[in-house]
């Protein structure tokens, strides 16, 4: 039975011919198609036949030698170029099929390079050396280095194979920037409600970063009693979610570091209630990568949270007013409702008179013979309010108000920040009364 590279060969035995397939490898199966000749059977006799024979070809590479001779083990980035360098040797005493021709494959990353194609007068028994460059893919993982013998009757361009024989592996590791992270406080001891504190975020481009971080992003992540204040030094700072912050900061040069200034005041709107409270902001960077191909990819750092702990007290802006020609004293403080007062009277320090739920902050009053005039602010600040019995109020126009407020009658209230320091105990006021004596009232 012969086999040569015509698109058929016909090899008979006896009754039998058969077909071998076209293209037939070294050490692949092969069905033969079975034909009967039927001239050459008794008259007569009528029989069907079907025979499978399974050939197995020499192995053709049983003379051949594949050897790297640079790295055959590889670390390498995604797109870096790897060099591959060898040889290949094909003896003709020891080769299989020497009137074959063969071609010499080196294959890697799903690419196909032939090496040469080999005919008897070139198994020549000497070193065949090579270098071939390929480039690594984005996605990373193991690719092995092989090479494999092909029949065929030249190089193929487009053929593409992982088969052969595995000589060395490459691994690929996703290129990746490295942008570390420390967050510091500062003044945190203590915090109030309303108090604001600054981190100091330290960004730095470690120096075993494989690639450069471009158009770095530091996100901030605040909780809804947070404000963000500001950030120095000073960049563009946006905001695409409510509480979530954005700071531009730009490229970092590789091994060197940014530092950031974030003030956050707690809490101002005073919606905590009385306790101890904890602040907890996550926060992440964001950069971009240029790829091999000249693309960019976002990507994500770890997200690390930095929490600061606070106290609310009873501590609100608060203020009060005395009459000058009797013994009636106005006190406000900073309500939480928009139902309660906030705003109160008393005479004596003991009974207290909730003034209009729409009444923020006791301004001043006017005390003019006959009558009496007492100014505020509302609530929201939409306008000064005035009232001649503390029960009545009624918004004024601002050309009114500046002339009121200007006028030599005009009482001032006493305003008291929340932020104000005192040796006084919480809650205790103290005042004179119009007949020169002090009095004390707590106020619950």
């Known amino acids: 039975m012969r086999f040569n590279r015509k698109n058929q060969t016909l090899t008979r035995i006896g009754l039998f011919s058969f077909d071998v397939e076209a293209g037939a490898r070294p050490s ?3 069905y033969l198609n079975c034909k009967i000749d039927r001239s050459k059977m008794s008259s007569g006799a009528v029989f069907t036949t079907f025979i499978v024979v399974l050939l197995f070809l020499a192995k053709v590479g049983l003379g051949a030698e594949y050897v790297l001779t640079g790295t055959s083990h590889f670390r390498v980035h995604s797109g870096e170029v790897v060099t591959v360098t ?12 020497p009137t074959c021709i063969r071609q010499i494959y080196l294959n890697l990353f799903t690419t196909s390079q032939c090496l040469a194609s080999l005919r008897k007068s070139q198994l020549d028994c000497k070193e065949h050396h090579f270098s071939k460059i390929y ?3 984005n996605t990373a993982g193991s690719y092995d280095i092989k090479m494999e013998e092909v029949l065929d009757y030249g190089c193929n361009g ?3 194979s992982s088969k052969g024989l595995r000589l060395g592996t490459v691994l690929v590791q996703e290129r990746r920037p490295i942008i570390k992270q420390t967050i510091l406080t500062n003044n945190a001891d203590k915090l109030l409600q309303n108090d604001s504190v600054i981190f100091t975020v330290l960004l730095t481009h470690d120096n075993f970063s494989s690639d450069n971080a471009l158009n770095t992003n530091l996100v901030w992540i605040l909780p809804h009693y947070a404000r963000f204040v500001n950030h120095v030094p000073k960049t563009n700072v946006s905001s695409p979610y409510p509480g979530e912050y954005h700071i531009q900061i730009g490229q970092i040069q590789l091994g060197s570091s940014v530092e950031i200034n974030i ?21 992440f960077t964001m950069y971009e990568q240029r790829m ?3 693309s960019t990819k976002m990507l994500v750092g770890s997200v690390e949270s930095v929490t600061v702990n606070f106290t609310v007290r009873e501590d609100f802006p608060r203020g009060f007013l005395m009459n000058p020609s009797s013994d009636e004293v106005y006190f406000c403080k900073k309500k939480k409702s928009d139902w309660d007062p906030s705003c109160f009277k008393s005479i004596d320090g003991a009974r207290w008179i909730g003034l209009d739920s729409r009444v923020k902050m006791i ?9 009496t005039r007492i100014f505020a602010m509302a609530t929201g600040d939409r306008c000064h309010v005035v ?3 503390g029960l009545t109020w009624s918004c004024i126009m601002p050309e009114e108000w500046q002339h009121e407020s200007s006028s030599k009658d005009f009482v001032h209230a006493i305003f008291v920040p929340r932020n104000l320091k005192s040796n006084l105990p919480e809650g205790e006021y103290i005042a004179s009364k119009s007949d020169g004596t002090i009095f004390l009232w707590r106020i619950s």
């Open 86 to 97: 060898g040889y290949y040797k094909y003896c003709l005493a020891s080769t299989s099929c």
């Open 387 to 389: 009232s001649e019995d």
């Open 263 to 283: 003030t956050v005041q707690i809490d101002p709107e005073s919606t905590l209630s009385v306790g101890q409270h904890f602040l907890t902001i996550p926060t």
């Open 363 to 371: 301004s001043g009053m006017i005390i003019r013979r006959s009558y």
């Open 135 to 137: 480039t690594a893919p």
């Open 28 to 30: 692949q199966v092969r």
């Open 158 to 160: 487009n053929y593409v």
């Open 292 to 294: 091999a191909d000249g």
